[in-house]
């Protein structure tokens, strides 16, 4: 079965402080893998993207994330947290670029001044 | 530029009724896709549309259905709804060919009571 696993459901990180938030996947087919991230009333934005090459992809924001195939996981990091990156993340996989994607539940990140 | 716009931003609707929400994709973007995302979940894919056919399609029922118009808008209708549709809609655009990600619009939140 297809599936996006994010096994935080809420992390608090002090402002400053370093952060990685964690994604399997299950997926049949070579994965097309995303990280998206939703403030309240907000639709997704694209953080990063990653089809193929490096396995470590830059994104906006100071974010990146590392693709590991041995563990089907595509965990996202960034180095130094601030305050206005409190937000809802998402996990995302699919078969394209264009198609239908599978979510992951999300990751509800709130940052400690 | 404009983005993904989506009609209305919040809609209450009573059980039964019939609700009828709207998507302008991207400029540059001919596909639509439509998510659903209950309060506490990641989105779910409804369906996609493309030169104005249903190309792809999610685990919802036929309650569930869709329109692309030739100027590539998009109209997803429910029928007979369920207090269990309430949920956020998002909108998602796309162009076909191409190495562009999805851009998600900002939703339309549908409360049904």
């Known amino acids: 079965a297809q599936s996006v696993t994010q096994p935080d459901i809420h992390i608090t990180v002090s402002e400053g402080a370093s952060l990685e938030l964690r994604c399997n996947y299950s997926y049949g087919a070579t994965p097309y893998l995303f990280w998206y991230v939703q403030s309240p009333g907000q639709g997704l934005q694209l953080l990063l993207k990653?089809?193929?090459?490096?396995?470590l992809v830059q994104g906006i924001k100071g974010f990146e994330a590392e693709f590991k195939r041995s563990q089907s996981s595509f965990n996202l990091r960034k180095p130094s947290v601030h305050w206005s990156d409190a937000a809802e993340y998402f996990c995302?996989?699919?078969?394209?670029?264009?198609?239908?994607?599978?979510f992951g539940q999300g990751t509800t990140l709130q940052v400690k001044p | 530029d404009a983005g993904v716009t989506q009609s209305p931003t919040h809609l209450i609707k009573t059980r039964g009724q019939q609700v009828t929400l709207r998507c302008s994709p991207k400029s540059g973007h001919d596909t639509v896709s439509w998510y659903q995302q209950a309060l506490g979940q990641g989105p779910q894919f409804i369906f996609q549309?493309?030169?104005?056919?249903?190309?792809q399609r999610g685990n919802f029922p036929d309650r569930f259905s869709g329109h692309q118009f030739p100027n590539y808008s998009s109209e997803l209708n429910v029928n007979a709804l369920l207090l269990g549709d309430s949920a956020l809609y998002l909108c998602?655009?796309?162009?076909?060919?191409?190495?562009?990600?999805?851009?998600f619009g900002n939703g339309t939140r549908l409360t049904v009571t």
């Open positions: 990653y089809f193929s090459g490096d396995t």
């Open positions: 995302a996989v699919g078969s394209s670029n264009t198609g239908k994607l599978i």
């Open positions: 998602a655009s796309s162009h076909r060919v191409g190495n562009s990600p999805l851009h």
């Open positions: 549309y493309y030169e104005e056919e249903e190309r």
